[in-house]
């Protein structure tokens, strides 16, 4: 099955600045890789996606970029705000994309 | 605008005990799946539907089992709780398969087994 691996585990940024976060995943034929931010108490919530036919996305402050060759892919995000403190996590299809596999998750913490 | 409502919010049980956590889509997707959430472990799959009728294995899926008798329903149950099993349950739907259908989840349900 698919295998993910996500770094770093947490993270804390000054308001304003950057912040990436990296995924490796183990089975090349995978095509779909998903990015879900979970606030305190809540369930994960979709903010951004990427397919295989494309290297990059953006979406306002956001971006992932995908390098399918070394297998992995990554989050941006830029101008941080301190709302976009929580914990994120890639995931990407297994099961014959019957499922996804998670990454253990990085907390963002943004500093005022 | 429900989209997923699982209950309870919070449950305490006994070792041995049995319940059912519930979980009810609105959205009229065809797939749905039980997480749980571990510190530092992400989330696993616990067991998943991709309709009515059809269920299957995930990940984790000893000491649990799953029916999905319609299309908006997916309960977990519990047989026989046990410590190993305090966590957080989360139930996800999507419209279809996952290459083009991103995953809704509920707000999950803490279980702490005693």
């Known amino acids: 099955g698919e295998n993910v691996e996500q770094h770093p585990s947490t993270l804390s940024v000054q308001e304003g600045d950057s912040a990436v976060i990296k995924c490796t995943y183990s089975?090349?034929?995978?095509?779909?890789f998903p990015w879900y931010k979970q606030e305190l108490g809540k369930g994960p919530q979709l903010i951004i996606d990427i397919r295989s036919n494309v290297g990059e996305k953006k979406d306002q402050r956001i971006a992932v970029t995908l390098n399918k060759t070394a297998k992995h892919f990554s989050l941006h995000i830029t101008e941080t705000q301190p709302e976009d403190s929580a914990v994120y996590f890639c995931a990407a299809p297994t099961r014959g994309r019957r499922a996804l596999t998670f990454g253990s998750g990085t907390r963002l913490q943004v500093q005022p | 605008n429900a989209g997923v409502t699982q209950t309870p919010k919070f449950q305490v049980l006994k070792t041995g005990q049995s319940m059912t956590l519930q979980c009810a889509q609105d959205?009229?997707?065809?797939?749905m799946s039980w997480y749980r959430q571990d510190p530092g472990m992400g989330l696993r799959l616990i067991h998943y539907s991709v309709g009515a009728g059809i269920t299957d294995q995930g990940e984790v899926p000893n000491g649990y089992n799953v029916s999905r008798s319609t299309t908006e329903d997916f309960p977990l149950r519990l047989l026989s709780a046990a410590p190993s099993q305090t966590s957080v349950y989360f139930c996800?739907?999507?419209?279809?398969?996952?290459?083009?259908?991103?995953?809704?989840f509920g707000n999950g349900t803490r279980l702490t087994v005693t």
């Open positions: 959205m009229n997707h065809e797939y």
């Open positions: 996800a739907s999507s419209r279809n398969t996952l290459g083009n259908s991103p995953l809704h």
């Open positions: 089975d090349s034929a995978s095509n779909y």
